[in-house]
Every structure is written in structure tokens, then in C-alpha cells.
């Protein structure tokens, strides 16, 4: 049985469309299912904002620590 060009063709579009829906299907599932990648990026962004944020006032004493080591340095 020989095929034609435009047959094989054919064929060869029917399975990119397969691979191309099952691709998208993967991907919409990791990104929407059960327990997914959005959904822990929405707990990951509530736990974070709950948490007090005590950084800033690290980082200012930690700077004035630095700035009064450079001024006792040069002198």
C-alpha cells in the first residue's frame, strides 16, 4: 500500500494535534489541579504576608552598626 504525500502528511498533523492536546492537558493539571503550583504560590504569598516582617529594622541597626564603625575607623 503506497502513500501519498499529502497522507503522510495528514498523519503527521493528526499526531502533532494528539501530542499538542495531551501537552496542554499536563500542563493546565499541574497548574490547576489538586494540591498544584498556583494553589502553593497562594499559600507560600498568605504565609509570608502573616509573618511580621522584622527585616527593615534588622537591616537599619545593622546599618548604623557599619556606619559607626566607618566613622570610629576614620578618625
Not at 500542563?27 to 499559600?43: C, D, P, R, S, Y
Not at 502573616?50 to 546599618?63: C, H
Amino acid at each position: 500500500m503506497k502513500k501519498t504525500k499529502e497522507e503522510i502528511i495528514l498523519i503527521a498533523l493528526f499526531i502533532t494535534t494528539v501530542v499538542l492536546m495531551l501537552l496542554s492537558g499536563v500542563t493546565i493539571f499541574v497548574l490547576k489541579g489538586n494540591n498544584a503550583l498556583l494553589a502553593k504560590a497562594e499559600q507560600t504569598t498568605t504565609q509570608s504576608e502573616s509573618i511580621p516582617s522584622t527585616g527593615g529594622a534588622r537591616v537599619n541597626k545593622k546599618n548604623e552598626e557599619i556606619s559607626s564603625e566607618v566613622v570610629v575607623c576614620m578618625r
